[in-house]
């Protein structure tokens, strides 16, 4: 088998760093991503590569320009794709595993640009879910009876991702003498 | 304008210090690396991010773009303020070895 196709479900990678430790293990399982796109939040199409250990980077960047990967590949990193404005990068390395977020600042920041999107996305399900309920419940509307259904769904979309944008703005970020990982 | 002046870092503060002359972001992870003998290693990710922060505070200008690389240097306002954060560091230092 040379290729094969990951499914997650919702959610399966709330964190930038949750993405990079799955993508870490596929890649010393022999697996990189085949090519990335807006649906790969949800499937993955991967390929079978020589088992290695290799560091991968998601950086949330919605405008990204060309000195924003210049930067990155001067540096040593290969850019692998666009995942729904999530910026992805790999590294194989040997020694120390390599950051691309070296100080406690831009980590934070990261957290920040994630939440961000992930807050803009979460507040607007809700709204669409509280809309939807106040329609129903008035009868407004041709399909008034669908509301509960409608309203719901958009509820659990937007719960969840309200609740990541919490957590991500309330996240300690390690200082930089307790080392570079992210939890 | 942002004031970074409370949150300086020294990853920052390296920054500053290697854009007393013009530099792209590789040139000045290269630089700080060097000048700290590896000491401080910044990353793709924030070199980028501290390089936004530090042109939207007024404190780097980017001078040029090349072959997909933009080009910063310090403004007058970051040369201020890169001589009042080694005065304060001088100062704690002294702090520092009167006690110590």
């Not at chain 1, 499914?7 to 697996?31: M, N, R, S, V």
């Not at chain 1, 790999?90 to 120390?96: L, N, P």
Request: glycine content about 8%; proline content about 3%; hydrophobic content about 40%.
């Amino acid at each position: 088998m040379t290729r094969r196709t990951a499914w997650f479900t919702a959610f399966a990678h709330p964190t930038p760093t949750k993405l990079e430790d799955w993508l870490e293990l596929q890649a010393a399982q022999g697996w990189e991503p085949r090519e990335l796109d807006d649906m790969s939040a949800i499937r993955m199409h991967l390929q079978a590569t020589t088992p290695a250990k290799v560091r991968y980077v998601v950086d949330p960047q919605q405008k990204i320009d060309g000195s924003y990967r210049a930067t990155y590949e001067d540096a040593g990193w290969k850019y692998v794709g666009e995942l729904s404005s999530l910026q992805v990068w790999r590294r194989r390395y040997t020694g120390a595993r390599p950051e691309a977020f070296t100080d406690r600042q831009s980590r934070r920041a990261r957290d920040v640009r994630m939440a961000w999107a992930t807050g803009v996305v979460g507040t607007l399900a809700l709204l669409g879910a509280f809309t939807r309920v106040i329609l129903g419940v008035a009868h407004i509307g041709k399909s008034a009876e669908d509301w509960p259904l409608e309203a719901g769904i958009l509820a659990l979309i937007g719960i969840p991702l309200v609740a990541l944008t919490v957590a991500l703005t309330r996240r300690r970020v390690p200082t930089e003498s307790e080392g570079g990982q992210d939890s | 304008m942002t004031d970074l002046k409370e949150e300086l870092s020294e990853t920052m503060y390296c920054i500053l210090l290697s854009l007393r002359e013009e530099r792209h972001g590789y040139g000045i992870i290269q630089r700080v690396a060097d000048f700290t003998a590896g000491s401080v290693q910044i990353g793709a990710g924030t070199i980028y991010t501290s390089l936004k922060k530090l042109e939207r505070a007024g404190w780097i200008d980017r001078t040029r773009t090349e072959e997909r690389r933009h080009y910063y240097v310090l403004t007058d306002r970051g040369t201020r303020a890169l001589a009042e954060q080694t005065l304060r560091i001088e100062r704690l230092y002294a702090y520092g070895r009167g006690i110590a």
